[in-house]
């Protein structure tokens, strides 16, 4: 009992991560119909970024920042103006296409012009062991879970109860009239690669200390992300939360109690499964775009 | 039509892409009225307002409002103007609450405006409907009630001028009435109106003045009585055309 405690509160840890990527990707699909595909490496670069930063002489605080503002800049502004604007043109395929391409140029620069090796990175949070009612929980998946949780519902806040999150929703779900009103699409498009570019950073603050900074750390993020956000129905920011924390869940169940020769095609079944049984998602909705 | 015009074009040329759908075209709305543009389907009317409201670019041509050059200025601008558009079709957020909705009608306005949950709930007041369902998606709303949503919407900021799409398209009989008794009081009150319809007898009954457009060029611009009884109008809607008279001459006919 107590280790199924343990198991599901460092799963939903896992999970919150998986549900930030996630919600960014589906943020960039509803606003710009972009099936971004270096996701995974997203989350892999900024932690670059804030090793950099320490390598010459930041603090780790101030290294955070710096791969913040960074990843804002190269992952958020530059990606929006650089690959998805030019591309969108020629459609979605296109794009998706193109977003493959920049997944396997970020691995080989990291590779290329920082290391090939593993990088251990520091930890926001100190890893204690608490004894709670039998069970032993460590203080990482606590903080972990809860800065995930925190920017979830920071970013439900801005999303459901600010004038620019009605616009940004506004945008998604029907551009032409939301332009008719005078609101600026444009912007509200750029607000949502900010925002994505903001959970990456965050995810990668979090989810590093675990596994270490190594340019092929994206994979396995990437896609668990992807699986997130069609579990719980692509086109929900709802969806990819519920998704994430399931899936992350899910994910550590089948770590303990199913042979690790099996683990990895666990979250793949869960994947057909939905597509099988309730191929709009969880929470989705036949055809509808929204946040 | 000796009043002063609200809204004017002139020769304005448009189209898609390559295409060419607006050939010239050439009206006038006067002030405090309501005219009712009609004309076979694809004849260029829902274009007519795309363009006047700077959704697709006029490639010659000079729309004024109130006597200011607002050709190609963009909707923003023209919202600011107080021109609002409110076109064919639905046109909601359909996962956003109703009052959600009628919110984001008044973001061209900016932080400017101090008394803007003043006048959404003086909206809700005046279509109880909305004001049951205000905290509701969108999306559960009738036809005609995400029609009366978009007119509200459009009525925030007090425009000057209006221009509507066909709004009786999938309307009950009743909700027609109730949306054009809507148009006229916002006339009484001063306001210009410019309308797209269908149905043309029973909104031309209800306009000051009629317009005629075939092939994206004005055909009859008259008193709304003189274009209902105008048996040119009967033939065009039994599938005739109206020719200009002397080949080669594309000046609108203007009564
Ligand atoms: N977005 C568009 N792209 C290309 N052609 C269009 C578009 N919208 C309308 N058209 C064409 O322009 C012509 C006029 O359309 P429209 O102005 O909608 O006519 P209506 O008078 O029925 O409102 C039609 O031939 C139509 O097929
Ligand atoms: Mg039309």
Redesign the pocket.
Known sequence: MSTLINLIISGLATGSIYALVAIGFTLLWQTSQTINFAQGEFVMLPAFFMLAAMNAGFPFWAAILIGMALSMLILGVAFKRMLVDPMLKHGVLPLAIATMALSLAMKESVKQFYSAEAQPFPSLIPSIDLHVLGAVVSTQSLGVLAVGIGAVVALQFLLTRTSVGHQMQATAQNPTTARILGIPVERMIMYSFLINAGLVAIASVLVTPLYLAKFTSGETLGLAAFIAAIVGGFNQVRGAIVGGLLLGVVDNLAATYISTQYRAAVPLMLLIAVILFRPQGLLGSAEERTV | MATEAALELDGVVA???Q?T?LNGTTFKVPASSITTVI??????????F?TIFGLLKARTGTIRFQGRDITNLSPRALIEAGICYVP?GRNIFPQLSVRHNIELGAVAAGRGLTDMPARIEAALDRFPVLRKKADRQASTLSGGEQKQLEIVRGLLLDPKLVLI?EPSIGLSPLMVQETFAILTELRNKGVAILM?EQNAKSALAMSDFGIV?ELGQTRIMDTAEAVLNDPRVAALFLGGSIEPKASGDNAPQVN
Not at chain 2, 39 to 48: F, Q, R
Request: positive net charge; without cysteine.
């Open positions: 189209g898609y892409g295409m759908i004309g076979p389907n694809g004849a260029g009317k829902s274009t007519v795309k064919q799409d797209i457009l």
